[in-house]
């Protein structure tokens, strides 16, 4: 787990005993950048001893994406990722990211420098998983909220956050399904969503939802809204309408943003 410090420092806590000791250590900072501490941070892995982070920070007045890798076999470091070539801006809370395999790492941001926002996506296919970024546009408005991924096995990644319904303009969770084919991302299908009235989401409280995988490969989600954490598996079958609400669990709600992150 991953955490920005008051002090601008990104700290590190791990467990080698399946959690019954919890230790500590501080990864530092990216020289001539400040992290943003107001926006999440999320790490990905594509294997056993690597660990991928991705920071939204300040370099004069532009925030960029700050990685920070770990190789248990060749140590780690620091790098920025490109600007957006357009005009070098954009502006968000938090980023997304997921590996598939060995080498290949993709994060995703939602810009509300845009009206509508839009989502952005960064990938690289460089063996050691650094350099060689690119920036490329997903989608314009189709989500209001920041994004959580996974890998889905190879050349796959799904998607969820919070959109609004193209009719009626209610708040959904609305989840994409990308196929990467030759490198080349394609969309199968539509995002489906789920309307507030069927979930009785507070919206206007609700962060981003979390995706994690279960059996089988298909996604089970986490929505933190007031004092309240859901649990979502989904159909085993598209369309993604088919929810099953697994759980609901209350949370102390001065811990709610952390259990959110932490899922």
């Known amino acids: 787990m991953f955490a920005l410090t008051t002090a601008g420092m ?3 806590y791990g467990t080698a005993d399946a959690g019954a000791t919890v230790y500590a250590d501080n990864w530092g900072s990216m020289p001539g950048v400040n992290f943003d501490t107001s926006a999440s941070c999320e790490v990905a892995s594509w294997g056993v001893g690597r660990l991928d982070v991705f920071c939204v ?3 004069t007045d532009r925030q960029r994406i700050v990685h920070r890798w770990y ?5 780690g470091g ?7 070539a ?14 598939w395999g060995r080498g290949r790492l993709d994060v995703w941001l939602i810009d509300r420098f845009t009206s509508p926002p839009t989502m952005r996506h960064a990938g690289t296919s460089a063996a050691n998983g650094t350099g060689g970024w690119t920036w490329d546009v997903w989608s314009v408005g189709a989500f209001t909220s920041d994004i959580d991924a996974m890998a889905n096995g190879k050349g796959e990644y799904q998607l969820a956050g919070r959109c609004n319904d ?9 989840h994409w399904t990308y196929v990467d084919w030759f490198n080349d991302y394609k969309s199968y299908g539509t995002y489906f969503g789920v309307e507030k009235s069927e979930l009785r989401f507070d919206w206007s409280s609700a962060r981003k939802p979390s995706i994690v995988a279960v059996g089988g490969g298909y996604p089970r989600y986490a929505i933190v809204d007031k004092c309240r954490l859901t649990i979502l598996d989904q159909s085993r079958t598209l369309p993604f309408s088919n929810l099953v609400l697994a759980a609901q669990y209350p949370v102390d709600c001065s811990t709610q943003s952390v259990v959110d992150q932490a899922f």
């Open 57 to 59: 920070a300040w370099v």
């Open 71 to 75: 190789d248990s076999s060749t140590g």
């Open 166 to 174: 193209d009719v009626t303009g209610r708040p959904m969770m609305c």
């Open 78 to 84: 620091w790098e920025l990722l490109p600007a957006l």
């Open 10 to 12: 990104l700290q590190h």
């Open 86 to 99: 357009w005009n070098g801006r954009f502006q968000t809370t938090g980023v997304t990211a997921a590996s």
